[in-house]
């Protein structure tokens, strides 16, 4: 019994972390939920198993995605102020919240996401809007460029609404804390939607950043006992090897077709989510 656990924890987690490193959400978003309704894990068990991961995988797929200079460093570092300070106040609350709450509030904040990508993709049918730098973005260069390998060219971009995407970057920081998901189904739509960041780049700015923002909370669930070895060991070697692998996948997609699996994704896991949350 223990190794076929052992065996679908594995399974579960190789899925993960490729759909992760794929839509820069670090493999939680979609892992917890998977362990809690096909495994039975409690919910707080499962994040903080999914935070350890976070914290141990997120070089695999962010080492991949700085090297092929995507990655906007500058940004990620302006964005993690504020993301670290929230996982320390969500991580900080996660002892006392009741696992009802913390599902609905994980599923709310999915089906958020997915609503805000949809809508921008059905009024635009690239995966962002290119406009200027706003006046913090222009003060601190925060605007970038990469070669994109789908399309065969470079493409340039500049960052708008910039102190927006650092106050939803806070959120998600508190969301990471709570439920151990790292933050990237909150800051890829912000960086994409809201300031104007190709879908390539917030995906792999999102991972450069998951590392960081997983490790401030990650000492919270230690602490607090929420991190059983023998839940974490295999989530972390899967998701090792799968958000390596869609770290490399990620360069020879369009940024449009990863929209909409990004979308589809996190709109069927928040609404399963909501509903175990509320007793159906």
Not at 102 to 117: D, Q
Not at 199 to 211: C, L, P, R
Not at 237 to 265: E, P
Request: charged residues 10%; proline residues 2%.
């Amino acid at each position: 019994m223990q190794l076929l656990f052992t065996v679908y924890a594995l399974m579960i987690a190789l899925g993960s972390g490729f759909l992760g490193a794929l839509l820069g959400l670090g493999g939680g978003v979609i892992m917890v939920p998977l362990m809690v309704f096909l495994l039975g894990v409690p919910i707080h068990i499962a994040s903080g198993a999914s935070i350890v991961a976070v914290v141990a995988t997120s070089s695999a797929s962010a080492s991949v995605y700085v090297r092929d200079e995507v990655t906007n460093m500058r940004l990620g570092m302006f964005l993690e102020l504020a993301t670290t300070l929230g996982a320390l106040t969500g991580a900080s609350f996660v002892a006392m919240a009741a696992e009802s709450l913390l599902k609905t509030v994980f599923g709310l904040s999915l089906i958020y996401a997915s609503t805000v990508m949809w809508y921008q993709l059905r009024n635009n049918r690239r995966s962002w809007v290119n406009k200027p730098n706003d006046w913090l973005a222009e003060r601190l260069s925060l605007g970038g460029s990469y070669y994109d390998e789908a399309r065969g060219e470079k493409i340039s971009y500049g960052v708008t609404r910039t102190l927006n995407t650092f106050g939803v970057s806070y959120v998600a920081g508190i969301i990471s804390g709570l439920l151990g998901i790292g933050g990237g189904g909150i800051k890829v739509p912000a960086m994409n939607v809201v300031s104007s960041v190709p879908m390539k780049v917030a995906v792999a700015t999102s991972n450069f950043m998951i590392g960081v923002t997983a490790a401030a909370s990650a000492l919270v669930y230690i602490r607090h006992g929420f991190c059983d070895g023998f839940v974490t060991a295999p989530v972390v070697l899967g998701t090792l090897v799968g958000s390596y692998i869609g770290a490399r996948v990620t360069g020879r997609l369009r940024g449009v077709f990863l929209k909409r699996v990004f979308v589809a994704v996190l709109l069927l896991l928040g609404l399963r989510m909501i509903a175990s949350g509320v007793g159906f």
